[in-house]
């Protein structure tokens, strides 16, 4: 190794990205560092998923749109994800009477992927392997790093420790990140964790026949006010059901005949479909888990450490956009080391800059839709807001475009989504459409 | 020790109540224990004040005012508070060019008082220890503790460890809780943090011919649009000014000569009454210093911990009540216990229920206080200010009650006087009030 030259896209061949998380956001950074010539390193604190049985206690499936695809395009791995997906084109409303209604997502052609957690994981993982610079190091629990020298030590298994010297850190490390820990200890850091009262908890719909039990090509929403339910079609033809409900809720519910109760009065026609049985026993299979809204600022410490994805900013999954903002954070950070030729110096204080007022907004957004979402969501709410943003698209064709669609089909950054929709409400209020009938979108 | 019936006013005598925390709300806390006979342990990180030198780097006088005044006559201690502080009936707004003008805080004989904070902290010290059931523990930092059983770790100077059990931990250990990061680890922990782009730096303007320099009883403002200067009186005829402004700004004045050059630009009346030469040398005595708030919730963990005083909300200083609302926390408890008998079980939770939105109501009004300051506020702002208030208490002499009134010289609940401001500005609106006149008041 002897780069004479100052020239950074080579001495960026001697530095070491030391990755600290292998979750979707982690495996994703891997790639972009390493495409860059950086020695990367990925820590992750449990084993390789691509070698464990089945993972708990997350979330199975995901919505893919247009900055989650952009992100993933930029390291050459769109089309493999992609394919494996299943399109979504429309949400699909239930009654409570079993009449169902589509809402398309967008115009013709716009449409959202189900897309496998793990999978995901895993191709990532494989796909940031190919780079001959980067290692993947499981079982790789952080104990402790400094800020000053970018030392960090590992605790493996057995009990041993290891050492290893960085000279950058990228937080991937998800809502409970342990990098983060230590940025609240520096002064001026704000920092905010937010739970909602609901919960979630995950059913599964089996194939009937070999088939989907329900039509595949949609994201199908239950809306019954406090309560919901959505399905995500995955590509072994099951549906993955999502129950959110007020932790006081699920506390009502204590026997198979009560789950079975709740669902005949809210979700008559889910009950077949799951299978009363499996509905009895899956439903007390684990406790219903807890959502967390994180914003924080500064995203990074010094020139040695950034947080990105939910280290910086977990959301409430209400918008669907969780995922999609951590992998922009990975495309957006890639578009500033261009700009600032890598210098972390530089890159680190403008990623700042640039990146807090967007995943502030989008975790605002989907906050937003959450408490829209407790106050009055209903079937007839849904197919009325359809109404609204037509005739709002009507109105004014060329200047209204719903807020719902900059977030999930374009790359407008989320604040300026923001501006642009107050902006719009305005414009609708002087046309006599009152504040109730906003626009937003679920899912 | 045969208490032979189950009445809690006897056991108490057998349980120990720990407060961490030997500060304002710490050993005000130790006093309203110590009196309902509980046996009280304050355990307090630095050594004991009372035989220290000064102490540095805290805010040296507080504004105490009616809700502060009634927690500590329920321990007896108001008269003697009261004696050592300096009322102030008004604001005295400094305009640039050297025009004073007073603007009263309330109605006739409506005042607050400037307390000195070492002062303050001695005397309730001293008074905790007049029960024979305190114990105060100085240099004892808390190690660890735990949820279940109450049993606490402390370290002490010499590196020895000591251990005792508590069946009620108190957490009163200010912005930077220790017992706070305990809470942090539960599940479903609400926490926010936010630092202020703006910082604090403490002067001292000295008596002139043995007399003060300014008029005592007011509570002197300079407003400047971002920047502000507040003076208190101190009973030895100094005042203590407070210079706010954003950090940005303090990084800009590096010289002794730009602390004249800034100061001649908007404080010129200050500089002869400071006197030039301690001026260029004070103002590099401390770096300044970060303001936070800190917002969370719950305040307890089962029936083991309960978090007051600054430790459950710090506030910005901008609205004069972050002591009066730390020590309204321990009048609340105290009221709290005698409704529920003193069980910790039910105490707890119904001191979280009932606390909660209204410390966060008082901490989002400073926050916005803080906001509304920053954007606009001259000498005239704060004129204007004096006239709407007049204004609308003219025109609605009954239904109209300011909400600094009501915030500084009633106990009803913060939120609640939220609430009626908010009512209050809708009826302003009707009589043609625009909302930029909103009645807000700054200290």
Same mark, same amino acid.
Request: charged share 30%; proline share 3%.
């Given at each position: 190794m002897d780069y004479s030259t100052n020239d950074s896209k080579s001495t960026s061949k001697n530095k070491v990205v030391a990755v600290v998380g292998g979750g979707l956001v982690g495996a994703l950074n891997a790639c972009y560092f390493a495409k860059r010539g950086f020695q990367v390193e990925v820590f992750e604190s449990r084993e390789d998923i691509r070698q464990a049985k089945i993972v708990k206690g997350r979330s199975i499936n995901l919505a893919l749109s247009h900055r989650g695809r952009q992100a993933l395009k930029q390291v050459g791995m769109e089309d493999t994800i992609v394919s494996k997906g299943i399109p979504m084109h429309s949400r699909m409303i239930h009654s409570l009477n079993g009449t169902q209604s589509p809402i398309p997502y967008g115009k013709k052609g716009q449409y959202i992927l189900s897309v496998?957690?793990?999978?995901?994981?895993? +191709?990532?993982?494989? !796909?940031a392997e190919t780079y001959s610079t980067t &290692?993947?190091?499981?079982?790789? &629990?952080?104990?402790?790093?400094?800020?000053e020298t970018g030392a960090m030590t590992f605790l493996r298994a057995a009990g041993a420790k290891e050492e290893i010297q960085a000279d950058l850190i990228v937080g991937c490390d998800g809502a409970f990140s342990a990098i983060r820990k230590q940025f609240l200890r520096q002064s001026r850091f704000n920092f905010s964790q937010t739970y909602i009262p609901h919960g979630y908890l995950e059913l599964t719909m089996p194939p009937i026949n070999g088939e989907f039990a329900m039509k595949p090509n949609y994201l199908h929403i239950w809306p019954r006010n406090t309560f919901m339910m959505i399905a995500l079609p995955n590509l072994d033809k099951t549906f993955t059901c999502?129950?959110?409900?007020? #932790?006081?809720? #699920?506390?009502?519910?204590?026997? $198979?005949?009560?789950?079975? +109760?709740?669902?005949?009065?809210?979700?008559?026609?889910a009950i077949p479909l799951i299978g009363a049985d499996a509905l009895k026993r899956d439903y007390f299979h684990l406790p219903a888990q807890a959502m967390v809204s994180v914003k924080c600022s500064p995203y990074h410490l010094s020139d040695k450490c950034v947080l990105m994805g939910d280290a910086a900013h977990a959301v409430v999954p209400f918008y669907g956009q969780g995922m999609n903002a951590g992998f922009e954070d990975c495309l957006?950070?890639?578009?500033?080391?261009?700009?600032?030729?890598?210098?972390?110096? !530089? *890159?680190?204080?403008?990623? %700042?800059? *640039?990146?807090?007022?967007?995943?502030h907004a989008i975790a605002d957004l989907a906050?937003?839709?959450?408490?829209?979402?407790?106050?009055? *969501?209903?079937?007839?709410?849904?197919?009325?807001?359809?109404? *609204?943003?037509?005739f709002l698209h009507m109105i004014m064709p060329r200047t209204v475009i719903p807020?719902?669609?900059?977030?999930?089909?374009?790359? %407008?950054?989320?604040?300026?989504?923001?501006?642009?929709?107050?902006?719009?409400?305005?414009? $609708?209020?002087?046309? $006599?459409?009152?504040?109730?009938?906003?626009?937003?979108?679920l899912f």
């Open positions: 496998d957690r793990a999978n995901l994981n895993k +191709e990532l993982l494989s !796909a &290692k993947l190091n499981f079982a790789h &629990k952080l104990l402790n790093w400094s800020t999502t129950l959110f409900m007020p #932790f006081d809720e #699920f506390e009502n519910v204590t026997t $198979g005949d009560q789950v079975i +109760e709740f669902f005949q009065k809210y979700f008559p026609d957006v950070f890639n578009e500033i080391m261009d700009q600032l030729n890598e210098d972390f110096s !530089a *890159v680190l204080p403008e990623y %700042t800059r *640039v990146r807090v007022p967007d995943d906050m937003y839709n959450y408490v829209e979402m407790r106050s009055h *969501v209903n079937s007839k709410w849904f197919l009325f807001r359809k109404y *609204v943003d037509n807020l719902y669609t900059m977030v999930t089909f374009t790359r %407008t950054r989320y604040h300026e989504a923001v501006k642009r929709w107050h902006w719009q409400d305005k414009q $609708g209020q002087k046309k $006599g459409i009152d504040s109730n009938q906003r626009d937003t979108a």
